[in-house]
Nanobody, 122 residues
Framework: QVQLVESGGGLVQAGGSLRLSCAAS????????MGWFRQAPGKEREFVAA????????HYTDSVEGRFAISRDNAKNTVYLLMNNLRPEDTAVYYC???????????????WGQGTQVTVSS
């Protein structure tokens, strides 16, 4: 049984930083691309960032490019999202996802975490 457990969310002032973590179990973590999505109140869930199995490729939505950084540690079965220069519009529940293959391009979203709340105050 695959489990994705996020942590690191919280309340931060605009301009601040947070690092989210997602610990995976139940599958060979190093064989799959990973990613982050988010859902703000009253809005649809949206893609934030993704990283390939070997960390050689990453992809970001335009609104977080240059502010957020996705990384992974295959030895620890963990993926991270470092969020800098946070804005109130980054407020959302952030979800960790595991893709169905080594790359995220044209890959299914196989598993989701339960989410962690990030709130950015102005």
């Amino acid at each position: 049984q695959v489990q994705l457990v996020e942590s690191g969310g919280g309340l931060v002032q605009a301009g601040g930083s947070l690092r989210l973590s997602c610990a995976a179990s139940g599958r060979t973590f190093s064989s799959y691309a990973m990613g982050w999505f988010r859902q703000a109140p009253g809005k649809e869930r949206e893609f934030v960032a993704a990283i390939s199995w070997s960390s050689d490729t990453t992809h970001y939505t335009d609104s977080v490019e240059g502010r957020f950084a996705i990384s992974r540690d295959n030895a620890k079965n963990t993926v991270y999202l470092l969020m800098n220069n946070l804005r109130p519009e980054d407020t959302a529940v952030y979800y960790c996802v595991m893709y169905s293959s080594r790359t995220y391009y044209a890959s299914r979203l196989d598993y989701w975490g339960q989410g962690t709340q990030v709130t950015v105050s102005s």
